[in-house]
């Protein structure tokens, strides 16, 4: 059976003019080099895009034609034919050891109980999706504010919806996943669906159907749309003023429809009485969180560079707080607080809300964090100790119908526990300990990031005088 080609990038309407890697917060790139770039990238020559892509849409926002060369990268992308690099069987579902499955070895009871009443897939007109990393902070949707959200429904085994997926360019995996979701929300008969993750509601309601011909007979709203109106029709009465400076994380999907779901965020701080500073790299030109820069290489330590200069990028703003609204964004960059030292408070738009309302949000965040590192710190030691856990892997055919998804393996879930007794206790929760994790993580981050971009002839500071440049 031959491959089916996908072909999502629109050279016909490519003038080559250059101006989506000039606009790019990771290359910047003065005109004339720009314009190469982009040919080069077209004609399947060597490319710096396809080095340090890191996922965060802006060449596809600023493109004046429209042409998806963001879309060009992942198609160059979905060529790599050697399986995915191991480090991917984290953020894959089918695979056993991913973050999931290794989270609920560590999740308090009452999450657990969440998470399985979410797994509930019978008929229902109207959902509240949970979104792949929502269930990585379940705690979030406990909140007295968000009553009246319609039923909470969600799994791992819906794969994000193929988000994670789609940014590796892994395209026939999407296709799989994309049959998976039309079956299952055919047979629910769902009406409307209000994404908790607004990344995948972007995911259902632009790219499956406008790449992937998916069907779905639903309207889509993003948890923050639904918030805010709830604030407007006074369903949610703040009690006070919040009075906080606060910067906003867009994430990369935000940046379609024109950046709507970036103003919906603003207008909810605002009404809680915050007002807003800017990151210096802000809406279509938002730096990722960090998390998109493993979908080139799946490096971790790609993930911990990046992710360390978006949170400076937040600290320099001098704000009270940052708020960040998609919750993969909240945990790679509160993961990435915890090792550097960082003291900047990070909030989802619910928790400010809650504060707001005169409760206090459980705010499990940092704990969460310490849990990440200790799964990560079991891939690594796996990756150590098994050549064969090291080579690249290819995922498992996803059928239509839902199946259940490996279980743990009981070493690896002695191991994890172990591994996060150790990071929460006190032999690490003490300030030297954390001082000297920030020290090493700061120099081995910039260390990394010096030789990377000095390696790829890029420049190591950033020039304000850049025409795409926006002020912070």
Same mark, same amino acid.
């Given at each position: 059976m031959t491959a089916k080609t996908f072909r999502f990038f629109r050279e016909d309407l490519c003038t080559?003019?250059?101006d989506c890697f000039a606009a790019c917060p990771y290359l910047e790139l003065p005109p004339e080099e720009a314009k190469s770039e982009i040919s080069s990238l077209i004609d399947g020559g060597s490319s710096l895009a396809l080095e340090v892509c890191n996922t965060c849409h802006t060449c596809d926002a600023l493109c004046p034609e429209n042409a998806g060369p963001y879309e060009l990268v992942l198609e160059r992308w979905s060529k790599r034919d050697q399986g995915l690099p191991t480090t991917a069987r984290l953020v894959t579902p089918s695979e056993p050891c991913n973050i999931w499955s290794s989270l609920k070895a560590l999740m308090p009871a009452d999450e657990l109980s969440l998470l399985h009443s979410w797994d509930d897939f019978s008929p229902c007109d109207e959902i509240c999706l949970t979104g792949f990393y929502t269930s990585v902070v379940p705690y979030i949707l406990q909140s007295k504010v968000l009553k009246g959200l319609p039923k909470i429904v969600g799994s791992e085994a819906l794969f994000g919806c193929a988000g994670d997926i789609y940014k590796t360019g892994s395209f026939t995996m999407v296709e799989q996943i994309t049959?998976?979701?039309?079956?299952?929300?055919?047979?629910?008969?769902?009406?409307?669906?209000v994404a908790s993750m607004s990344a !995948?509601?972007?995911? &259902?309601?632009?790219? #499956?159907? +406008? %790449?992937?011909?998916?069907?779905?007979?639903? !309207?889509?709203?993003? &948890?923050?749309?639904? #918030?805010? +109106? %709830?604030?407007?029709?006074?369903?949610?009465?703040?009690?006070?003023? &919040?009075?906080?400076?606060?910067?906003?994380?867009?994430n990369c999907l935000s940046k379609m429809q024109e950046g709507r779901l970036q103003e919906i965020n603003r207008k909810i701080v605002r009404r809680l009485g915050c007002e807003i500073i800017e990151p210096r790299h802000t809406r279509e030109r938002s730096l990722c969180c960090g998390f998109g820069a493993a979908a080139a290489h799946y490096r971790v330590i790609d993930i911990m560079a990046s992710g360390y200069r978006r949170l400076k990028e937040l600290e320099e703003t001098g704000a009270d707080a940052a708020v960040i609204y998609c919750p993969a964004c909240l945990f790679i960059l509160t993961l990435i607080k915890v090792v550097a030292g960082s003291s900047l408070p990070l909030y989802h738009p619910v928790e400010l809300v809650e504060m707001a309302a005169g409760e206090k949000p459980l705010q499990r965040h940092e704990r969460r964090a310490w849990d990440m590192i200790a799964i990560i710190s079991n891939h690594l030691l796996k990756c150590a100790a098994s050549p064969a856990y090291r080579r690249p892997f290819k995922p498992a055919y996803i059928a239509p119908e839902i199946t259940p998804l490996p279980e743990l393996p009981r070493g690896d879930r002695r191991r994890t526990k172990a591994l996060a007794a150790f990071y929460h206790s006190p032999l690490v929760q003490n300030r030297l300990v954390r001082a000297l994790i920030s020290f090493f993580f700061k120099r081995i981050v910039s260390s990394y990031d010096t030789r990377r971009k000095r390696r790829l002839g890029l420049k190591l500071e950033s020039t304000p005088e850049h025409p795409f440049h926006q002020p912070g």
């Open positions: 080559r003019c250059g049959r998976r979701l039309e079956k299952l929300f055919k047979e629910m008969g769902v009406k409307k669906v !995948e509601g972007m995911v &259902l309601s632009e790219i #499956l159907p +406008r %790449r992937f011909g998916a069907k779905f007979a639903f !309207e889509v709203e993003a &948890l923050e749309t639904w #918030l805010l +109106r %709830r604030l407007q029709e006074e369903k949610i009465k703040p009690l006070e003023s &919040l009075d906080l400076t606060v910067t906003v994380h867009d």
